[in-house]
């Protein structure tokens, strides 16, 4: 089936504000999944991307995508990660746990990551991301708990202890 065709039914069917998600993935989501919780704090990062109708813009950016998101499982401080888009591939949402800011930052100022932020911005018609400081009992556990962050930044919990 071709692309317009699929883009077509898509939008038809009103399908297109539908996402899909990755798995939550890494030693912290591992972790919830029966062994007691870690309570240090962590730094969780959730992103939004609005893109460009532009297809050329948007291919660009899911081909950084891809290798940005190959990368993160070896990330020095990566504790965990996600990723979400719309079907029609429209928007983008990221979740990554780091066990620090420098963490975040070494990561995110080399490699694929730097070289999407010096590349693929055109694809951008919009970004946003919220960062919060929790224990590990206060991660997002879902998709729609992660979005909600972006949507009422100052409702996402924080920590009580110090930051990563």
């Known amino acids: ?20 998600g990755m798995p939550m993935r890494g030693e912290v989501f591992d972790a919830a999944d029966g062994e007691a919780l870690d309570r240090a704090p962590v730094l ?9 109708s532009d297809r050329a813009l948007r291919r660009d950016f ?10 993160l499982d070896d990330a020095p ?3 965990g ?22 963490s975040l930052e070494r990561f ?26 929790v224990d590990q009992s206060g991660l997002p556990t879902s998709w729609n708990q992660a979005r ?3 949507e ?4 996402a919990p924080t920590a009580t202890g110090g930051a990563p």
């Open 108 to 133: 995110m100022y080399a490699g694929p990551h730097a070289a999407a932020m010096r590349e693929a911005t055109d694809a951008l018609a919009d970004f946003r991301s919220v960062s919060r400081v």
């Open 1 to 20: 089936m071709n692309r317009v065709l699929v883009a077509a039914l898509i939008s038809g069917l009103g399908l297109s504000g539908c996402a899909i």
């Open 81 to 102: 990660h996600s990723r979400s888009r719309t079907l029609g591939g429209s928007k983008a949402w990221t979740l990554t746990v780091w066990a620090d800011r420098e």
């Open 152 to 155: 009422r930044p100052a409702a």
């Open 44 to 52: 969780v990062v959730v992103t939004e991307a609005t893109l460009v």
């Open 77 to 79: 401080g990566c504790l």
């Open 148 to 150: 909600a962050w972006l």
């Open 62 to 71: 899911w081909d950084h995508v891809g290798r940005i998101a190959a990368t």
